[in-house]
């Protein structure tokens, strides 16, 4: 298991390939001490990405490119990642 500092180095590094204009990245693992992936080491991470590759995709597509840039973080590093993820010109959820 890494370090939150090299977890998080880690996913903007290998999000770097969507060429984002933005990138916030939070760390929630507090909120979940005690939960079942608290226990095994996996952190919780909110992430709000505007990348030109997200223009006329959907959704579920955009989640998939993000999913696929992170590979075996997913599966070793990140127990939850909640995303927004925007083209550029698409406004900030509420």
């Known amino acids: 298991m890494s370090s939150a500092a090299q ?3 880690s996913i ?3 999000l770097g390939v969507l ?3 933005s990138i916030e990245l939070i760390d ?10 608290a226990r095994s080491g996996g952190r919780h991470y909110r992430l709000d990405i505007e990348s030109p590759e997200f223009a ?3 959704l579920m597509e955009r989640h998939r490119i993000i999913y696929t840039a992170l590979g075996d973080l997913m599966q070793r590093d990140i127990h ?3 995303i927004t993820a925007r ?5 900030r959820p509420e």
């Not at 929630?28 to 992936?37: D, F, L, P, R, Y």
């Not at 083209?87 to 406004?91: K, L, N, Q, R």
């Open 28 to 37: 929630e693992s507090h909120m979940h001490a005690g939960h079942a992936g």
């Open 12 to 14: 903007r590094e290998r």
């Open 80 to 82: 939850a990642l909640s």
């Open 56 to 58: 006329g995709r959907r």
């Open 87 to 91: 083209a550029p010109g698409e406004a």
């Open 7 to 9: 977890v998080e180095a």
């Open 19 to 21: 060429q984002p204009l």
